[in-house]
């Protein structure tokens, strides 16, 4: 279950820059310098969050399981919105981009789970949906807060403004997915941005 992607360091390296390109272009009010060609496998359509940390503290975090675009597309608008539309913080201001650390999460197609016993902390991201509810939280969270399945449920829940435990009620739908998660710190890629 759950297709990974399965980019290489080129593929992975370039959608960073795109990101942080698009965050760049629009603090600065120019056209985004995008490549000229890019690699068939950032054709392709897949979900992705963009996240961005400074100083090790979230900053901003939006992502979509919509792949109606192709992915290099999805990384573009992610890293805008994660920017400048995450409801949870001000939008960034120039002089704080140097210190922001991007990662991306290029997401599987999602299954239902039959049983939470399916569920692999650290492996499995989570999406819960209950009538007009929804929640969703990446794999890396559950291992950053050291969390248990259980735990993991709860703050999936949590996130869906349900209550801890809605994910032992009948009417909740459990959606899993796995995510191929790379940052800028793990291929030493900052900090090496500003005019070329």
Known sequence: MGKVVGLNEAEKALLLYIARESIASA???????????VPPKLLEHYG???????HGQLRGCIGTFHADQPLYKIVFEMARSAAFNDPRFPPLAPEELPEIEIEISVLSPMWRAQ?????????HGIYIIRGLNRGVLLPQVAVEYGWDRE?????TCLKAGLPPGCWQDPETEIYLFTAEIFSEKDLNLKPQYGPH
Do not use: M, N
């Open 151 to 155: 735990t993991f449920l709860d703050h």
């Open 27 to 37: 603090l600065e009010g120019r056209p985004p310098r995008l490549p000229q060609e």
């Open 115 to 123: 049983s939470i016993e399916e569920i692999e902390v650290g492996k």
């Open 48 to 54: 992705a969050f963009v996240t961005l940390e400074k």
